[in-house]
């Protein structure tokens, strides 16, 4: 199958309000411009060195998302560019993305990664953490962020029970966050989770984006 195939065939199977990340970690640029002329134009990177890589040299209108753990001190580096940022897990680092987008006179949209596998070497935030992060004043004052949703990922494993729980849960906490008022900076409408494996479980679960990189471009 070509990447080509690949990709209309699962956009044929995603529903309408879904939005699909090409995951196009370690890939190169021809594979992602493969995607690119069969329409793709949202990709996601995991690196920061390398998403800036990308983005220089391939066309203007794709949206870039930085899908993986970020170091406050390459957040400069994508701050001219960057669409989204999946993985943000602490207060520090939002205040580092605010600071840096200011500095080229953007808003940059966040999702703040919520902790929902059993395993604990995965990043994210727990339920109490969120809370203290919104309600904290340095947060209220940042206008050069907008928290637009929340992202996670599941346990890696084939038990589809542990992972509709795990999901579920994320869904639970996104549809908490949509009953706080709107604010600038906090504008909740997108629900990142699913990847090659279980994005039809995700979907089921109420995900609005998911981020599929292998079942695209082939094994990493
Ligand atoms: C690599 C990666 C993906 C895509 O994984 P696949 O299994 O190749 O679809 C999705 N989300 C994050 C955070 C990743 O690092």
Redesign the pocket.
């Known amino acids: 199958m070509s990447i080509q195939n690949n990709l209309l065939e699962i956009k044929n199977d995603l529903p309408g309000h879904v939005t699909l990340?090409a995951?196009s970690?370690t890939k190169p640029v021809p594979d992602l411009m493969e995607a690119y002329d069969a329409g793709q134009r949202i990709f996601?990177e995991?690196k920061i060195q390398e998403m800036a890589d990308k983005h220089e040299q391939m066309p203007k209108d794709i949206e870039w998302h930085m899908?993986?753990h970020v170091q406050s001190n390459k957040v400069k580096y994508m701050a001219p560019f960057v669409s989204l940022v999946?993985?943000v897990d602490s207060l520090k680092l939002l205040a580092e993305i605010n600071k840096q987008a200011a500095k080229n006179g953007r808003i940059i949209a966040c999702l703040l990664q919520m902790h929902i596998a059993e395993e604990d070497s995965k990043f994210g935030l727990d339920e109490s953490e969120l809370q203290q992060l919104l309600e904290s004043e340095e947060f209220k004052h940042m206008e050069n962020i907008r928290v637009t949703g929340l992202?996670g990922?599941a346990t890696f494993t084939d038990d589809e029970t542990q992972v509709t729980k795990e999901f579920t849960r994320l869904k639970a906490i996104f549809d908490s966050l949509n009953e706080l008022p709107t604010t600038n900076n906090l504008q909740p409408s997108t629900l990142s989770m699913g990847?090659?494996?279980d994005?039809k479980i995700a979907i089921d679960c109420g995900s609005t984006m998911v981020?599929?990189?292998?079942?695209?471009?082939g094994?990493?």
């Not at 981020?211 to 471009?217: D, L, P, W």
């Open positions: 990340v995951v970690k996601g995991n899908i993986g999946h993985g992202m990922m990847m090659s494996g994005y981020r599929i990189g292998s079942s695209i471009f094994s990493r």
